[in-house]
């Protein structure tokens, strides 16, 4: 009896996960056509939203979000330069794999 019991808790955790996954990925979002950058990992922190015009520009965050139509390169260091990778239009990273510094917007 005690057996079964266990087995139905164990059952019932478990159907229980993918609801608690999915409501955790249910993070707080960007806007389209907007970048926006949070201050920690996963979306943590402070959020700030910026436009989409091009250039290079002074920003920081461990999270980015791009929802605009355009590539961003965000880059470790300030000035755009230094370690560097790429976000695809309505891309995000929610970990970089350091802290962001700046920048630069695409065409």
């Known amino acids: 009896m005690k057996m079964r019991l266990f087995a139905l808790a164990g059952a019932t ?34 959020k ?8 290079c520009y002074p920003r920081s965050g461990r999270t980015v979000s791009n929802q605009s139509n355009k590539l961003i390169t965000v880059y470790k260091d300030a000035s755009c330069y ?6 695809k239009p309505g891309h ?3 970990s970089t794999p350091w802290p962001v510094k700046s920048m630069a917007v695409w065409g």
Do not use: E
């Open 13 to 46: 955790l478990i159907a229980t996960l993918p609801l608690t996954a999915q409501t955790a990925s249910a993070a707080p979002r960007c806007t389209s056509d907007n970048i926006c950058t949070w201050t920690k990992a996963n979306f943590g922190g402070t």
């Open 48 to 55: 700030h939203t910026y436009g989409k015009a091009n250039g």
């Open 82 to 87: 230094g370690s560097h990778f790429d976000i």
């Open 92 to 94: 995000y990273s929610g």
